[in-house]
Nanobody, 118 residues
Framework: QVQLVESGGGLVQPGGSLRLSCAASGIAFSIFAMGWYRQAPGKQRELVAGITSGGSTNYADSVKGRFTISRDNAKKTVYLQMNSLKPEDTAVYYC????????????WGQGTQVTVSL
């Protein structure tokens, strides 16, 4: 059974920091590309940051220079360090695991709420 369990969300003031974690089980974690997506009320889900199995990263323009994605294959965990948070970063953040092979595999976590407010 595949599980992606996010943690680390919460309420933070503008300018603050949070670190999200996503612990995976039931998959060969090291071969999966991992990503963080977010969905704000009334908006579509969007990619925030991604990291390939080889460690290459990409970011949405809106978070470049503020967010950092990383992975620890030994712990089967992907992280999202979020600094200089803004109210517009408020959303539910979802972890995603994707493998593009003979059979594509795409898995989602349940999401964790991040609220940036005074």
């Amino acid at each position: 059974q595949v599980q992606l369990v996010e943690s680390g969300g919460g309420l933070v003031q503008p300018g603050g920091s949070l670190r999200l974690s996503c612990a995976a089980s039931g998959i060969a974690f090291s071969i999966f590309a991992m990503g963080w997506y977010r969905q704000a009320p009334g908006k579509q889900r969007e990619l925030v940051a991604g990291i390939t199995s080889g460690g290459s990263t990409n970011y949405a323009d809106s978070v470049k220079g503020r967010f950092t994605i990383s992975r620890d294959n030994a712990k089967k965990t992907v992280y999202l360090q979020m600094n200089s948070l803004k109210p517009e970063d408020t959303a539910v953040y979802y972890c995603n695991a994707y493998y593009n092979g003979i059979y594509d595999r795409n898995y989602w976590g349940q999401g964790t709420q991040v609220t940036v407010s005074l």
